[in-house]
């Protein structure tokens, strides 16, 4: 195959930046920068579902697999409705626009990148693309305090993950003298395994967790999601996780699949932790960012359940919870960006009678919040359902039962904010600012989503498992 | 006719109607109170009178599952989209539909939101409908679910009381239920090894000792809890006394029907071997239900709160007879999950009818009323004899069954529990007295009695306690036909 035709996903959205680059010199009126990000990302989006591409290049070190292809599907979904939720609301000094979508596109470039890479340096290339953009973009407020601290955080707790991961990478490499994937699973069959492997194996876990806001490497996701520009939270706490967890596939469900007795427990024991702290943490919390900040961890640890399956139906698992997933909790950040835009407030409390001033809003949280807490016939059940699913075949019945009754703290604090919504009065009188046609648009797609993907998955579960299938196969 | 109804997918329907009815409420103006009512009326109306012709169009000579609907949907995991109905079934859909067309009836009065309060009030049942009908286990928790969520808004939002107290609770204790279930599901799901769940497959297969043993507490407790199972009932109460009045009807005379049948249909007779192994526990735990119910609803002066612990009570005979185990106390259990679900759907509709007028709940703030509301005294002694089992009345026939059936099994138990009802005639009868034979009071001057719409909702639900408790065999033919299978598989060695 064609190598320009295999790379011409990540070809078009260099593209795409460098047109971004010029659209903001040329034109004065910065919103056609936006519309220019929205409406290439919507032909990137087609292009990569019509043009299914299946090979590799550079001795495996770039592939263009199912799972690549999925993932793109799922991060390009994740930035075009970030896109949406941007345009009307992001307020930064007109010459700093372009910049803003030129770090989000470089963003979603090195995840792309990373997904398709099989070799252990493209992998990391990759990462520190995607998360180096972010940096830049959540401190783009430049005279706000929090955005300020939250960019500081973040790069400082991303590099010292960075640190470790790297750490880990290089030990595997000292150990199994390779780099690329294939070579290094291997490697895992042969007898006799060094210690140096294996510390280099947790090390790459711990230092995975920061991008999946897992236990231990959390506490960053509260203060940056507070403080970074909404629709950047929104796309952090979707597109950068998936990423994330294929990453995680790549190299926990493939490359050391052998190794599964050594890292498994390690794993469980980091989702039943990182879902009951999650959860524990946001029951408190007055401010919806950071409410929702420690909704995504315990999310985190859901989607970490699916691992415990290891096999075809985990990995389908996985990745169908990213793809619902991504539409919930955008859902969840459209409706706060959509509030703060009307009311100026992130406060919990100013939520109270939303549904009586704007029932579109409310409608979408409701139902956002609900598909979180894994309540059919919305999404998050058949996904929740399909990660219990997969646990349950390797007879995970503790986990299980753990992460079920993890769902129901959950929904205790999601039925506090529903109460908001729903059974209070309002209490503060609302601007008369109309909600901006683009964050219509963003909460209309995303209930679709949540309700289409609840009650007729079949189709896209078939897609997952012929993805997972196509990995080992 | 017969034929007719073969073909035409009559379950579907029925739990179609109250979402038809939500799609339609949709495009309704909000403040046209009137259209709202009169719409949600109408689509429930046809779930009722399809789920009488369905009732009598049941052949309980042949048995089984009937009414088949069966159609592929995640077929990679199993999940089938797949409705079918036996003699149990039949029953409980009966009574949905009776208690859904008399709570929307007895909610006329309702003007705070009332677009809302349908719409929610609708998915719940379409909820309800659609648990009573499945077959397919993963489609069974689906509906499951749905019918338990609505009920947080419900109460909290037109609720009285500790509304969203009681609401959080309910909720919560509820779902830590559902966990279970889900864990219970996927249990039984993988330890057959077909891919499926379907449940006539998964029905045939034999469990090993072990599993059963492990399993039948995960799923029984599940169910247990939204039965009222004590130490489990907790939300019960404080949940039937916050809710407005059709949703403690509902929740009182449907849900935890649903509760009831989820033990028996799925943890009893998929798990016969961890039933028969933890059933006398059961038997132990279901003499607290009753006799602690009924002290409970003794020691109580708010109306509502008493017919919550009655609830609580009468649910404790209804598991008394699931944990009885053989085909009499089971016929006459589900035959008391009917007759409660009707009983305390009247119950619960005439203490709203009352509270509506006298703006009072606590007994002893009310005196004298058959003066002034002669028609509502006589639906409330009927309804009050029911409850304590007088002869002629739906109640009866079921208390006795499940009494004489558990007798063969747990003579003592049954002895203690036969004491409750002693307590429950002496709660209802100075209830009675108290409120409406006490002297009476001038202060209730321009209180009136039903009107024609309270009318229609007592006269139904009372229909139906008269014409079950004369004539019984009908049903109880059709009970009889889908329980003895499940007793046959609990005799099996």
């Known amino acids: ?38 409406l290439s990302l919507l032909f990137l989006l087609f292009y990569v579902i019509f043009y299914k591409r299946n090979d590799s290049i550079l001795n495996n070190a770039f592939v263009y697999d199912g799972l690549s292809w999925f993932g793109k599907i799922i991060l390009i979904s994740g930035s075009l409705i970030t896109g949406f939720l941007s345009i009307d609301t992001v307020k930064v000094k007109e010459k700093r626009m372009g910049v803003y979508y030129i770090l989000l596109s470089s963003s979603l470039l090195g995840m792309m990148l990373l997904i398709s890479s099989k070799e252990l340096i493209t992998l990391y290339v990759g990462l520190e693309l995607a998360t180096i953009s972010l940096y830049a973009v959540t401190a783009i407020y430049k005279n706000d305090d929090y955005s300020l601290e939250a960019g500081i955080k973040y790069l400082i707790l991303g590099a010292l993950s960075s640190g470790i991961l790297l750490y880990g990478l290089s030990l595997i490499y000292g150990a199994t003298r390779t780099t690329y994937i294939e070579k290094i699973l291997y490697y895992t069959t042969l007898p006799g395994l060094s ?168 409608l979408t949280f409701l139902l956002s919040l ?54 209070f009065d309002p209490k503060k009188d609302f601007n008369k600012i109309k909600l901006p046609l683009s964050i219509k648009i963003a909460l209309i797609i995303t209930i679709a989503g949540i309700i289409i993907l609840g009650i007729l998955p079949t189709k896209i579960i078939d897609i997952c498992t012929s993805v997972a299938n196509e990995i080992f196969f | 006719m017969a034929e007719f109804i073969s073909k035409f997918p009559i379950l579907t329907v029925i739990y179609l109607m109250p979402l038809l009815a939500v799609i339609s409420l949709l495009f309704i103006n909000e403040k046209n109170h009137k259209a709202i009512k009169i719409t949600t009326l109408l689509f429930t109306t046809i779930s009722f009178l399809l789920s009488i012709i369905l009732f009598l169009s049941y052949d309980f000579q042949k048995g089984g599952l009937q009414f088949v609907e069966r159609y592929n949907w995640i077929p990679s995991i199993g999940v089938n989209y797949f409705m079918g109905v036996n003699g149990i079934n039949v029953t409980l859909v009966l009574l949905t539909g009776i208690i859904i067309v008399t709570g929307v009836l007895a909610s006329w009065d309702v003007n705070v939101r009332p677009k809302e309060f349908f719409m929610l009030l609708l998915t719940l049942v379409t909820g309800v409908f659609g648990v009573f009908m499945s077959y397919n286990l993963f489609l069974f928790f689906l509906f499951y679910e749905i019918a338990v969520l ?86 019960s109460p404080d949940g039937h006394a916050s809710a407005p009045t059709a949703v403690s009807m509902l929740h009182a005379g449907v849900l935890m029907k649903l509760g009831a049948y989820g033990c028996l249909i799925i ?42 612990y009655s609830s609580v009570s009468h649910m404790g005979i209804v598991l008394l007879g699931i944990a009885a185990q053989n085909s009499t106390a089971l016929s006459g259990s589900v035959f008391q999950m009917f007759s409660h679900g009707v009983m305390t759907g009247l119950f619960f509709g005439l203490v709203g009818m009352v509270y509506g007028r006298t703006h009072t709940r606590i007994i002893n703030d009310m005196s004298g009323l058959a003066k002034k509301m002669p028609a509502l005294a006589v639906f409330f002694i009927m309804t009050g004899l029911c409850s304590l089992g007088l002869p002629g009345l739906s109640g009866f026939v079921a208390e006795v069954l499940v009494f004489i059936g558990s007798f063969k099994t747990y003579p003592v138990i049954t002895i203690i529990c036969v004491t409750g009802i002693v307590f429950t005639a002496y709660y209802v009868l100075r209830v009675l007295q108290i409120i409406f034979y006490g002297k009476y009071d001038e202060k209730f001057e321009h209180l009136t009695d039903a009107n024609k719409i309270e009318f229609a909702a007592l006269f139904i639900l009372m229909f139906f306690i008269i014409i079950f408790g004369i004539y019984p065999f009908y049903v109880m033919k059709v009970i009889h036909s889908a329980v003895l299978p499940i007793a046959q598989k609990l005799l099996m060695p």
Request: net charge neutral; charged share 10%; aromatic share 18%.
């Open chain 1, 195 to 362: 210690s140096v492997f294996i510390l280099g194996i947790i090390l790459t876990l711990i230092g995975i967790c920061f991008k999946l806001s897992a236990v231990p490497m959390h506490v960053w996701t509260p203060d940056v999601y507070q403080g970074a520009p909404t629709p950047i939270t929104a796309f952090i706490s979707t597109v950068s996780k998936t990423a994330g967890f294929i990453f995680l596939i790549r190299l926990f469900s493939y490359a050391f699949i052998k190794l599964d007795f050594i890292f498994l427990p390690l794993i469980l024991v980091i989702s039943a932790v990182t879902m009951t702290a999650g959860n524990l943490m946001a029951i408190p919390q007055k401010n919806i960012k950071r409410l929702l900040a420690y909704s995504t961890i315990s999310q985190a640890g859901y989607i970490l359940v699916g691992f415990a399956g290891l096999s075809v139906f985990g990995i389908s698992s996985v990745i169908f919870y990213l793809l619902v997933y991504t539409f919930t909790n955008i859902a969840a950040f459209a409706v706060v960006t959509g509030f703060s835009n009307i009311t100026g407030s992130d406060e919990i409390d100013d939520y109270s009678g939303l549904a009586q001033k704007e029932p579109l809003l409310a």
């Open chain 2, 150 to 235: 609505p009920m947080y808004l419900l109460i909290g939002i037109w609720g009285t009381g500790d509304k969203e107290y009681s609401a959080m609770k309910l909720t919560l204790y509820l779902l830590v239920g559902s966990a279970f279930i889900l864990a219970g599901i996927l249990g039984l799901y993988f330890a057959t090894g077909l891919y499926t769940f379907d449940f006539d497959i998964l029905e045939k297969f034999n469990y090993s000792r072990n599993f059963q043993i492990i399993f039948f507490p995960i799923l029984f407790l599940g169910f247990g809890v939204l039965a009222a199972l004590w130490p489990f009932h907790t939300w």
């Open chain 2, 267 to 308: 943890a009893v007779y998929l798990l016969p071997e961890g039933a028969k192994f933890w059933l006398p526990f059961v038997a132990l735990l279901t003499i607290v239900n009753i006799v602690y119910g009924a002290l409970g609803a003794f020691a109580q002066k708010d109306l509502k709160y008493i017919v919550a």
């Open chain 1, 370 to 423: 609900l598909s979180l807490a894994g309540i059919p016939p919305l999404a998050g059940f058949v996904g929740k359902f399909y990660l219990f699913y997969a646990a349950m075949q390797k007879d995970f019945l503790w986990l299980v039962i753990f992460a079920a009754l993890n769902s129901v703290i959950s929904l205790y604090y999601y039925l506090l904010i529903l109460k908001r919504l729903y059974i």
């Open chain 1, 1 to 38: 195959m064609d190598i320009l035709f295999l790379i011409s996903d990540e070809l078009i959205l260099t593209l795409i930046i460098i047109l971004i680059l010029l659209f903001d010199i040329l034109f004065k009126n910065k919103r056609i920068t936006g519309y220019f990000y929205i």
